[in-house]
């Protein structure tokens, strides 16, 4: 079966369209099919078949058996003769025109209404482009016409231009990509990319948003895109906002992510994709909280991350120091407990915990939560919430009346492995009943954050409902290399809906670099160092993402980057608007970043946690778990070098040869 872009016919296709849709799609697997959508782009061709590098372009006309017999005996009617094809010939002739330097391709106007017969007697003059009758547009006939009249083969940069003149949507930027030459910039100015067909494919699922109810079981209507590192995910969402911003300009629209780097990032390309569009609602999930945060009710301030470890450490101290629950497990239920829909210890009690990595007992489940509410107490006495506490404050806000939330009509959500199943919950109310549009991107090799949980465990059916996209166009095939062998040798047997990468045709570069320090102090300096080297050979600072493992690092090595190139060299994404600037941020909120070089420092920390003597055999393998997925994820930011530092003695999995 071809594959056809989009999936289903145009919201308002004529039932012609639908059939010729439908008959095309009977073509063999090696067939793509591209609709035009009138709507952003005006008239022009209906179809663009590419089969085999070759191409053709059809219109489809409307016109009937009537309609002919019409235009030959007018007076008998009563009435003007219709002109039969000529509208749907001009289209095809003009679009032809615009690519005539690129290639002299074919195009067919097809009446699926009308016979070859009828054709002849109202076809005044024959030209290059080909009348069809419908003894040609049947599924089993239809592939032997197409036999000798597709254009001669052409190039892959022939047909990206030509592409880009009849579906205009897939126009990537050369700036919205980070395989850009960063060291000498003799080169001719780079031209746009385009989507290749498989994003397109999955940019424009399910676009027919009608106001009528879906006919299935669920209020709303769903798609997942999942997809390796680098393969797109981000610009889907941002380029779906877009167009269906202008297919459909009365929706509300609103989009989400987790963390403020990635949003500030998401805005600023599609402030340039819409010309500085407002209209799409961009936020983080939390911002969001906050923005529909009622006036009636304070917002106390959250607590420090530093100062949440020490009243863990209180609690744990005071209640569960005899028992075999560490100080980690505590945190880690606190956080499990409030992303969900539990509110009481009787929630707490029956709640299912698989894959929580330590099973707990009836009797120790009331000692945790027992500790837990101890931490909240602790929390209120110093008029301080955590980040669980927003949306569980919302909800309940929400449900006691005290807050009136909106609705949209479309919801799109990046990086949604990072959304809490609380989370989902939300948006599945603010989501407009009935006819309300879900869109979901995600790669589970990097759900560090939410771990354990599947999506129907948060509440979404997605069985069905599923693409993936398993090319990566960020990085190179030696950091994606090594970036997999990674993943694989330190969890080989994980495979949670994970994406396996198509290295087919990626670009090859330089081996990543692993740098062993003695100190932090020289680590620190010894990226200085590079960072200088690269910037004395044209690296503009913009191109430069700096990754350490703890938070509490980046702001110290902002100081010492400003204090050795020049103040407001180096800012954090997540609280600046970056220009041409060194970027700096911690591993967690990196997700979603790219950039040419990258240096991912402080991954001794990571090893070092997991070493402790005071882990159980189920908190280390949960910790290597999380860890193992951060680091497949800074080392995919990168998109041609990639630099790790280490202090100390090289662990064998950093050993490059």
């Not at 097809?110 to 040609?136: C, D, M, Y």
């Not at 547009?137 to 001669?152: C, D, I, V, Y």
Request: glycine residues 4%.
């Amino acid at each position: 079966m071809a594959t056809l872009i989009p999936t289903t016919p145009i919201q308002g296709s004529p039932p012609e369209v639908i059939r010729l849709f439908n008959v095309m799609k009977r073509l063999p697997d090696e067939a793509i099919v591209c609709q035009r959508l009138p709507v952003l782009h005006g008239s022009g061709p209906d179809f663009c078949l590419i089969w085999h590098e070759r191409l053709l372009f059809f219109a489809v006309s409307e016109a009937t058996a009537l309609d002919v017999q019409r235009n030959q005996q007018p007076d008998l009617f009563g009435e003007a003769a219709k002109a039969i094809g000529t509208e749907e010939e001009s289209r095809l002739h003009d679009f032809l025109q615009t690519v005539a330097d690129i290639a002299n391709l074919p195009g067919a106007v097809l009446f699926p209404n009308v016979s070859e017969k009828q054709l002849k007697t109202v076809r005044l003059e024959e030209t290059a482009i080909q009348w069809v009758g419908k003894e040609h547009l049947s599924p089993a006939r239809f592939s032997e016409w197409l036999n000798g009249r597709l254009s001669q083969p052409l190039s892959p940069q022939q047909i990206d231009q030509i592409r880009q003149q009849f579906t205009p949507e897939v126009v990537v930027p050369s700036v919205f990509t980070v395989r850009q030459p960063t060291e000498r910039h003799i080169e001719a100015k780079l031209d746009n990319y385009l989507l290749d067909y498989d994003q397109e494919h999955a940019l424009k699922l399910d676009l027919n948003l009608t106001k009528a109810g879906h006919d299935t079981a669920k209020d709303y209507k769903l798609r997942l895109i999942n997809g390796v590192a680098g393969s797109g995910k981000s610009l889907i969402v941002i380029y779906r906002a877009h167009m269906l911003r202008r297919l459909f300009p009365d929706k509300k629209i609103l989009l989400l992510t987790h963390n403020r780097a990635l949003i500030q990032d998401l805005r600023r390309r599609y402030a340039r994709l819409s010309d500085g569009d407002k209209a799409v609602e961009m936020r983080t999930f939390m911002g969001w909280c906050y923005r529909h945060w009622p006036r009636s009710n304070q917002w106390r301030k959250l607590v420090r991350y530093r100062d949440r470890l020490d009243l863990v450490t209180q609690v744990w101290h005071e209640q569960l120091r005899d028992t075999a629950v560490s100080e980690q497990m505590l945190m880690d239920e606190i956080d499990w407990y409030k992303d969900r829909l539990l509110f009481s210890e009787a929630d707490y009690l029956s709640a299912d915990r698989s894959g929580r990595g330590f099973a707990l007992t009836e009797s120790m489940r009331q000692k945790m939560f027992a500790a837990m509410q101890g931490y909240h107490r602790g929390l209120q006495k110093r008029q301080l919430m955590d980040w669980g506490d927003v949306p569980r404050q919302l909800w309940r806000l929400w449900h006691e009346g005290e807050v009136a939330l909106p609705h949209y009509d479309i919801i799109l959500v990046d990086e949604a492995q990072f959304f809490a199943p609380l989370w989902f919950e939300i948006i599945k109310r603010i989501l407009t009943p009935q006819t309300g549009h879900l869109f979901l991107v995600a790669d589970a090799s990097q759900g560090f954050l939410k771990r354990k949980q599947s999506w129907l465990s948060s509440g979404l059916e997605v069985r069905g409902r599923v693409h993936r996209l398993t090319k990566s166009y960020r990085t190179t095939r030696e950091i994606l290399d090594f970036a997999t062998l990674l993943y694989r040798r330190r969890l080989p047997d994980d495979d949670d809906d994970i994406v396996v990468p198509d290295v087919a045709n990626m670009p090859h570069g330089v081996l990543p670099v692993v740098l062993s320090l003695t100190s932090e102090q020289d680590e620190v300096t010894r990226v200085i160092n590079e960072i200088r080297q690269l910037h004395q050979n044209g690296v503009p600072w913009r191109d430069i993402l700096i990754i350490h493992a703890s938070r509490e690092e980046t702001s110290h090595i902002i100081t010492r980057l400003n204090r050795a190139f020049g103040a407001n060299t180096a800012v954090d994404p997540g609280k600046d608007n970056p220009q041409n600037q060194i970027r700096v941020c911690s591993l967690n909120a990196a997700t979603g970043l790219e950039s040419p070089i990258v240096f991912l420092m402080g991954t001794h920390d990571l090893y070092e946690m997991e070493q402790s003597i005071r882990l159980s055999d189920e908190e280390r393998a949960e910790l290597v778990r999380d860890n193992t997925r951060k680091l497949y994820m800074a080392i995919t930011r990168a998109g041609q070098r990639l630099v790790i530092t280490y202090v100390g003695h090289l662990p064998e999995i950093f050993q490059i040869d």
